[in-house]
T-cell receptor, first 107, second 113 residues
Framework: TQLLEQSPQFLSIQEGENLTVYCNSS?????LQWYRQEPGEGPVLLVT?????EVKKLKRLTFQFGDARKDSSLHITAAQPGDTGLYLC???????FGAGTRLTVKP | DAGVIQSPRHEVTEMGQEVTLRCKPI?????LFWYRQTMMRGLELLIY????????DSGMPEDRFSAKMPNASFSTLKIQPSEPRDSAVYFC???????????FGPGTRLTVL
């Protein structure tokens, strides 16, 4: 089983601050996905990264896939209360999920 | 297009009762996944199907849990008998042939008293 470790587990910041969360593994992945889950809902896909070193931007969110395709990061610029949620990474042929980073952005 | 549909949305039952959760995947998707989510254990993969065939059920906690997919548009997850520790939110998700993007249903919140 390919395990994904996410850090930090919890993050609480003020509106306007920047933040980075991480997804790490000892295994190589052909692709990694990032999801966001809001309370009472299922996870929703944000992005898929496929190529080592790849950087993808989604408005204020920047996703990077490590050169060795073992890790990924998500950077949020000028966080807003609407960014609050559980951020999950997933990968592997059977789509296993990390434990997630629970982000709270205070107004 | 309708997304993944799960029913019921909420289920409250007593210990020892049988519970059946239902899922209708997105039409045309080849993969179907069942997950369980709790605060303590996060999102755990229970079982997944490819073209209605169970591929990996190593995440199923014990024999009390069973899952079926009789056709491409319907799957069930059954717990018999249920126990309080089974209380969780159960998600169904489906994906296309590449299995690299999962679309989740709204989940079933199960409470076993």
């Amino acid at each position: 089983t390919q395990l994904l470790e996410q850090s930090p587990q919890f993050l609480s910041i003020q509106e306007g601050e920047n933040l980075t969360v991480y997804c790490n593994s000892s295994s190589v992945f052909s692709s990694l996905q990032w999801y966001r889950q809001e309370p009472g809902e299922g996870p929703v896909l944000l992005v898929t990264v496929v190529t080592g070193g790849e950087v993808k931007k989604l408005k204020r969110l920047t996703f990077q896939f490590g050169d060795a395709r073992k890790d990924s990061s998500l950077h949020i610029t000028a966080a807003q209360p609407g960014d609050t949620g559980l951020y999950l990474c997933a990968g592997g042929h059977d789509m296993r999920f990390g434990a997630g980073t629970r982000l709270t952005v205070k107004p | 297009d309708a997304g993944v549909i799960q029913s019921p949305r909420h289920e409250v039952t007593e210990m020892g009762q049988e519970v059946t959760l239902r899922c209708k995947p997105i039409s045309g998707h080849d993969y179907l996944f069942w997950y369980r989510q709790t605060m303590m254990r996060g999102l755990e993969l229970l079982i997944y199907f490819n073209n209605n065939v169970p591929i990996d059920d190593s995440g199923m906690p014990e024999d009390r849990f069973s899952a079926k997919m009789p056709n491409a548009s319907f799957s069930t997850l059954k717990i018999q008998p249920s126990e309080p520790r089974d209380s969780a939110v159960y998600f169904c998700a489906s994906s296309g042939w590449a299995a690299d993007t999962q679309y989740f249903g709204p989940g079933t919140r199960l409470t076993v008293l």
